[in-house]
């Protein structure tokens, strides 16, 4: 009897000692993997999960069904290399210095992916990231320079540039898997960014889908035609209609326009190989040779633009999902996809029409929403829809939570771990917006302004002073200004004193204003300077 009591004792304790050896890589190895996918100028509009019925998105959509879908997702600054940069740090763009495509990013500032790396994760940057210098934070990158190129583009590989041959959209697909299969590290937790720059302009499809949509044809969004006479100044001055301000050859695709002069497209083509070049005019040059020839007028030349514009952007957009779903096939097979919090998401909307309009940057909701569809089958109940103001400010704390780091303390996102796992409703109700990037291309006004789950004050600075607000409620599409409505005085005051209470917390001020467009005025200056002196 005694004998055996020491038998067991001696069993409990070795499976105590075995059990304690274990714990810190069980720890380990229990830390999620995070798969964070971006695309470029994706509008929500075009996910088949939100339901518009424009195009199938069967692999993203995968994401929502087994996951959850974001229905109110949003930027603090609806463009391109701010929006990665509050992405990043979890800052918004007044406090990360990056408030718009110009101004530089000082990489030295804290990122969640230093903060993953410091506790043991293993990061990758692969596609697009739009700004300048070596990306810190990621143990590899793999970076397109700045716009970067669709056909046979240029990489910076750990700093060092190298053409390669091919799609960009695949190739970056391509990129991802290699790494997730042979270059990281299997004993340590990945982050892998894996960031698309599809579908931004000037769409250019895969070699593969030249033809897709050859067969359709799309209507003109409802609001298409809109006059902007319910509206300020901004919507009437912007310059990012697609039937007055796209061009013949870099969004249409015409070699020669109406006129019969050349329109530059030649150097897209010339970027092409032989073959690419064979198909691509296979594809378009026939219908090109039509237009011309019975070119059409009035309301059937928009609905000519219309299409082209769509159809490119949409096929751009199929060999994103078809990325998508390389690597979501990658992680059912290779036991991964439990264990992985997968996100999709864009770096802001995109205008696909609505009130005439292509690009973004204004606050109105096609561009101030992004898309957002985020996997864990861990914690996040499949089939999930969360309707909250939830902000790309977000990301950062988010990821830190599931990584279980302590989130800092100057971070101005939250997580939303709690708010997808439905362990709670709680949430903030109104979010907080900035817009810097003004005068430039498509000339959208510089703006701020407060968005709640029913109501948008905004206020245009600069070479205007107006106040705009919209009740989304009674007015989906943002087609009438209430901001001088007495109806709506009290919503009014409530809105200003909310906005003033914001602006305030987060740290943003009229003198901030002040400083961010004196140095892009001063930026442009020396640009324009520089060009003058090399003529
Ligand atoms: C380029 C595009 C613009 C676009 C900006 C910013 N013109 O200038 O249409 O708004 O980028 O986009 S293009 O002639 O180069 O296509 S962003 O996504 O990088 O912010
Ligand atoms: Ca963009």
Not at 78 to 95: D, N
Not at 478 to 493: F, L
Not at 498 to 524: F, I, P, T, V
Request: net charge negative; glycine share 6%.
């Amino acid at each position: 009897m005694k004998l055996k009591q020491l038998t067991l004792l001696s069993l409990i304790s070795l499976l105590f000692f075995f059990w304690n050896c274990s714990t810190p890589e069980k720890k380990q190895a229990q830390k999620p993997n995070i798969l964070f996918i971006m695309s470029d100028d994706h509008a929500y509009q075009a996910i088949s999960a939100y339901g518009f019925g424009l195009n199938e998105t069967p692999n993203i959509d995968r994401i929502a069904e087994e996951g959850a879908i974001f229905t109110r997702a949003c930027v603090t600054n609806s463009i391109c290399a701010p929006s990665r940069a509050v992405m990043l740090t979890g800052k918004h763009s007044f406090v990360n210095g990056k408030v718009d495509n110009v101004q530089p990013f000082d990489w030295n500032q804290d990122n969640f992916p230093k903060l993953l790396q410091a506790n043991g994760y293993q990061t990758a940057m692969i596609g697009k990231i739009h700004i300048d210098g070596l990306p810190l934070g990621f143990d590899y990158s793999m970076v397109l320079p700045g716009q970067g190129q669709y056909y046979n583009p240029d990489f910076l590989i750990n700093g060092e540039r190298k053409r390669l041959e091919g799609y960009v959209t695949e190739i970056i697909t391509d990129s991802a898997l290699d790494w997730l299969k042979n270059k990281r590290d299997a004993s340590q937790p990945f982050c892998m960014l894996y960031h698309q720059k599809a579908p931004h302009r000037n769409w250019l499809p895969a070699p593969k889908y030249v033809n897709l949509y050859d067969d359709k044809t799309f209507d003109l969004p409802e609001s298409f035609f809109d006059d902007y006479e319910g509206r300020g100044t901004a919507a009437k001055e912007q310059e990012m209609e697609v039937n007055r301000h796209m061009m013949w050859g870099h969004d249409f695709k015409l070699i020669v326009d109406p006129n019969g002069d050349s329109t530059g497209f030649m150097n897209d083509l010339n970027r092409m190989n032989e073959e690419q070049r064979a198909n691509w005019m296979a594809a378009y040059e026939n219908e090109n040779q039509e237009f011309l020839t019975n070119m059409p007028e009035g309301v059937e030349l928009a609905k000519w633009k219309y299409n082209r514009y769509i159809k490119d952007y949409l096929s751009c957009i199929k060999s994103v999902d078809d990325g998508v779903g390389e690597l979501l096939d990658y992680l059912d097979q290779s036991g991964l996809a439990e264990n992985t919090i997968v996100v999709y998401t864009s770096d802001q909307g995109f205008y696909l029409g609505e009130h005439g309009w292509f690009d973004k940057r204004f606050m109105y909701e096609e561009s101030f929403r992004t898309p957002l569809l985020v996997r864990y089958p861990k914690e996040i109940k499949a089939g999930t829809e969360i309707n909250k103001l939830v902000q790309n400010l977000d990301f950062a704390p988010t990821f830190l939570d599931y990584a279980g780091i302590n989130i800092p303390e100057d971070m101005q996102g939250l997580s939303f771990r709690e708010l997808v796992g439905g362990k709670t409703s709680e949430w903030r109700d109104a979010v907080y917006y900035t817009y810097y990037e003004y005068p430039s291309v498509h000339m959208v006004k510089r703006h701020y302004g407060i968005a709640t789950e029913r109501y948008k004050l905004i206020h245009f600075y600069y070479d205007i002073d107006e106040w705009e607000m919209y009740d989304l409620e009674s007015d989906p599409n943002e087609m009438r200004n209430v901001y001088d409505d007495p109806n709506y005085a009290e919503v009014r005051k409530e809105l200003h004193e909310r906005l003033d209470e914001m602006r305030s917390s987060y740290g943003d001020s009229d003198e901030n204003d002040q400083k961010y467009l004196k140095a892009y005025l001063d930026h442009r200056e020396k640009a324009r300077q520089r060009a003058a002196n090399n003529k």
